[in-house]
C-alpha cells in the first residue's frame, strides 16, 4: 500500500467555521491532489500540487484553499465551512503526470451542520 | 461538459459471468485510459490502464479494450465474483501538465 494518511479520518463542523484536513504521504512523490466524492458526480479534483508551494485549481475550487510546505504534507482549507461542503474527501499522490498512476488515502467524511 | 462518462450507474451480474464496464470520452488528446475500483470507506485503488498505442490490455480476469475511433472503452471481467462488487471509476489522461480526468463511476454488483 502506499503510504499515504489522511487525518481526520471523520469530522463534524458547524456551518461557518474554519476547517484543515492534513493529507502525509512517505513516498517522496511530487504530485499530491485534493477530491472530493459525492453521489452522482464521482470524484471531482479541487487542488493540486506539483512541489513545495506549487499547487493549482481544479475543477471545483471555490471555497477551498491549500498549502503544501514540505513534500510530504499536503493541506486543504475550507475557510469558512458550508453545508455543501459535506462530502467524503480524498488525497492522492503521484510520481509524475504522463502518464502515471495516482494512489489514494482513505478518506476523510467531513459533515458541516 | 464531462469529458469521461459512464453512462450506467449501476451494473448487476451473476456470479461466474462476464461483467462488462463502458466508458466514453469526449477528447481526442486523451492518451493515457486507467480504471479504478473503490469499495466502501476506503479510497480507490489502481485496477488496470491501457495506453493509446493499444487496444487491449490484459491482467488476470481484468482486460481493457479501446476503440479510439469510437472513443470508447470497455473493462471486462470475466469470471466475476463477489469480491468483484465496488465502484469502478473510468479515468482519462492527455499527455502533458494535467491531472486525471475521472468518470462519475460504475457500481458493480455481483450476485452469488
Known amino acids: 500500500d502506499a503510504g499515504i494518511t489522511q487525518s481526520p479520518r471523520h469530522k463534524v463542523t458547524e456551518t461557518g467555521t474554519p476547517v484543515t484536513l492534513r493529507c502525509h504521504q512517505t513516498?517522496?512523490?511530487?504530485?499530491m491532489y485534493w477530491y472530493r466524492q459525492d453521489p452522482g458526480h464521482g470524484l471531482r479534483l479541487i487542488h493540486y500540487?506539483?512541489?513545495?508551494?506549487?499547487?493549482d485549481k481544479g475543477e471545483v475550487s471555490d471555497g477551498y484553499s491549500v498549502s503544501r510546505s514540505k513534500t510530504e504534507d499536503f493541506l486543504l482549507t475550507l475557510e469558512s465551512a458550508t453545508s455543501s461542503q459535506t462530502s467524503v474527501y480524498f488525497c492522492?499522490?503521484?510520481?509524475?503526470?504522463?502518464?502515471?498512476?495516482?494512489?489514494f488515502g482513505p478518506g476523510t467524511r467531513l459533515t458541516v451542520t | 461538459d464531462q469529458q469521461v462518462k459512464q453512462n450506467s450507474p449501476s451494473l448487476s451480474v451473476q456470479e461466474g459471468r462476464i461483467s462488462i464496464l463502458n466508458c466514453d470520452y469526449t477528447?481526442?488528446?486523451?492518451?493515457?485510459f486507467l480504471w479504478y475500483k473503490k469499495y466502501p470507506a476506503e479510497g480507490p485503488t489502481f485496477l488496470i490502464s491501457?495506453?493509446?498505442?493499444?487496444d487491449k490490455n490484459e491482467d488476470g480476469r481484468f482486460t481493457v479494450f479501446l476503440n479510439k475511433s469510437a472513443k470508447h472503452l470497455s473493462l471486462h471481467i470475466v469470471p466475476s465474483q463477489p469480491g468483484d462488487s465496488a465502484v469502478y471509476f473510468c479515468?482519462?489522461?492527455?499527455?502533458?501538465?494535467?491531472?486525471?480526468?475521472f468518470g462519475k463511476g460504475t457500481r458493480l454488483s455481483v450476485i452469488a
Open positions: 492522492a499522490i503521484s510520481a509524475g503526470l504522463d502518464p502515471y498512476e495516482q494512489y
Open positions: 513516498e517522496n512523490h511530487r504530485y
Open positions: 500540487s506539483y512541489g513545495v508551494k506549487d499547487t
Open positions: 477528447n481526442s488528446m486523451f492518451d493515457y
Open positions: 491501457i495506453s493509446s498505442i493499444k
Open positions: 479515468a482519462a489522461d492527455t499527455s502533458g501538465n494535467t491531472p486525471l480526468v
